[in-house]
């Protein structure tokens, strides 16, 4: 009898100690908003004021950073990619970046991750023109690969209602996400490349005036780096016009103007359109959402000390 007591008592000090450790790694692995309080205690207000000033000089840039860190997300996780970030030749606001990185570096350096540079840059980005601000969880890294082919799997202008809300789906983020974060297109421009075929097609589900408009801007043939806002009304703003602007079918991307053509996302545009605040609220909780896509934590990844190089 007391050997087998000893042996219950040794199984379950097993135990224990095997649950202990399990909550350990988890909570090391979890992201925090306090994670650099005590590692770099300027970190957010360091990051703050680059994106401050780099919007001050160039408002489309609030537009480029939270393209940022949706490509970045997108890809593998929002673990600073490389093939991910200067995605596509349209892709900009990386120097943003390493700007901000290398001030960082001046002060802690080798602490914070540019993957976490990249999530808060989105967030004070959008405050900077008028949107939504959201609490950012910190304590990824960076990744130490890149994946070309899948950096290819981002949802693309050309894509149907259906295949968007798939591809969301596959990260976690469900129809009322893809249409909150489609409503970033608030913000930025598109080159002609990505929405000649829409202006030009004489389709029903675009105004002929605003067609016509933006033809001005790109031909039929060449021009395909040719810029037109998103938003003619307020370009720089961030505010639900993008969704007035769809129900008028006066979307500029296809994949714009899909969200509401008699499909499952109508209402979630119509709403939109006539609550600001619930737009900006749903667009804050998407932002948290898609931050948490697979991020790099605990031992895993690095810290780069120059965000478009691995260490």
Same mark, same amino acid.
């Given at each position: 009898?007391?050997?087998?007591?000893?042996?219950?008592?040794?199984?379950?000090?097993?135990?224990?100690?095997?649950?202990?450790?399990?909550?350990?790694?988890? @909570?090391?692995?979890?992201?925090?908003?306090?994670?650099?309080?005590?590692?770099?205690?300027?970190?957010?207000?360091?990051?703050?004021?680059?994106?401050?000033?780099?919007?001050?000089?160039?408002?489309?840039?609030?537009?480029?950073?939270?393209?940022?860190?949706?490509?970045?997300? !997108?890809?593998?996780?929002?673990?600073?990619?490389?093939?991910?970030?200067?995605?596509?030749?349209? +892709?900009?606001?990386?120097?943003?970046?390493?700007?901000?990185?290398?001030?960082?570096?001046?002060?802690?350096?080798?602490? #914070?991750?540019?993957?976490?540079?990249?999530?808060?840059?989105?967030?004070?980005? @959008?405050?900077?023109?008028?949107?939504?601000?959201?609490?950012?969880?910190?304590?990824?890294?960076?990744?130490?690969?890149?994946?070309?082919?899948?950096?290819?799997? &981002?949802?693309?202008?050309?894509?149907? &209602?259906?295949?968007?809300?798939?591809?969301?789906?596959?990260?976690?983020?469900? +129809?009322?996400?893809?249409?909150?974060?489609?409503?970033?297109?608030?913000?930025?421009?598109?080159?002609?490349?990505?929405?000649?075929?829409?202006?030009?097609?004489?389709?029903?589900?675009?105004?002929?005036?605003?067609?016509?408009?933006?033809?001005?801007?790109?031909?039929?043939?060449?021009?395909?780096?040719?810029?037109?806002?998103?938003?003619?009304?307020?370009?720089?703003?961030?505010?639900?016009?993008?969704?007035?602007? &769809?129900?008028?079918?006066?979307?500029?991307?296809?994949?714009?103007?899909?969200?509401? @053509?008699?499909?499952?996302?109508?209402?979630?545009?119509?709403?939109?359109?006539?609550?600001?605040?619930?737009?900006?609220?749903? !667009?804050?909780?998407?932002?948290?959402?898609?931050?948490?896509?697979?991020?790099?934590?605990?031992?895993?990844?690095?810290?780069?000390?120059?965000?478009?190089? #691995?260490?």
């Amino acid at each position: 009898m007391a050997s087998l007591s000893q042996t219950n008592k040794f199984t379950c000090t097993i135990i224990v100690s095997m649950l202990l450790l399990i909550i350990s790694t988890q @909570s090391e692995a979890q992201l925090s908003p306090t994670f650099y309080d005590a590692t770099c205690p300027s970190a957010l207000n360091t990051i703050r004021t680059g994106i401050r000033n780099a919007v001050s000089r160039e408002r489309r840039m609030s537009a480029s950073l939270i393209r940022l860190h949706f490509h970045d997300c !997108f890809v593998q996780g929002c673990d600073a990619e490389k093939n991910a970030l200067p995605n596509f030749k349209s +892709a900009r606001g990386f120097e943003v970046i390493d700007s901000v990185k290398s001030q960082l570096e001046r002060v802690c350096p080798g602490v #914070v991750s540019c993957a976490d540079i990249i999530a808060v840059a989105a967030r004070d980005a @959008s405050f900077a023109v008028g949107g939504p601000s959201w609490t950012v969880k910190l304590g990824r890294r960076d990744s130490t690969t890149a994946s070309r082919s899948l950096a290819e799997n &981002l949802p693309s202008f050309t894509d149907g &209602l259906d295949k968007l809300i798939s591809t969301f789906a596959t990260k976690g983020l469900n +129809a009322r996400d893809l249409v909150a974060l489609s409503g970033a297109h608030t913000l930025g421009q598109a080159q002609c490349a990505f929405f000649r075929d829409r202006i030009y097609s004489n389709q029903s589900n675009i105004d002929a005036g605003f067609a016509s408009t933006r033809r001005r801007q790109c031909p039929a043939n060449g021009g395909d780096s040719n810029l037109s806002p998103l938003d003619l009304v307020t370009p720089n703003s961030f505010d639900n016009n993008y969704f007035k602007n &769809l129900i008028q079918k006066k979307g500029l991307l296809a994949s714009d103007q899909v969200l509401f @053509s008699g499909g499952s996302t109508d209402s979630i545009v119509d709403e939109y359109s006539k609550n600001p605040s619930k737009f900006k609220s749903d !667009f804050a909780a998407a932002m948290i959402k898609m931050a948490d896509i697979s991020p790099l934590t605990g031992s895993a990844g690095e810290i780069r000390r120059v965000c478009n190089l #691995v260490n």
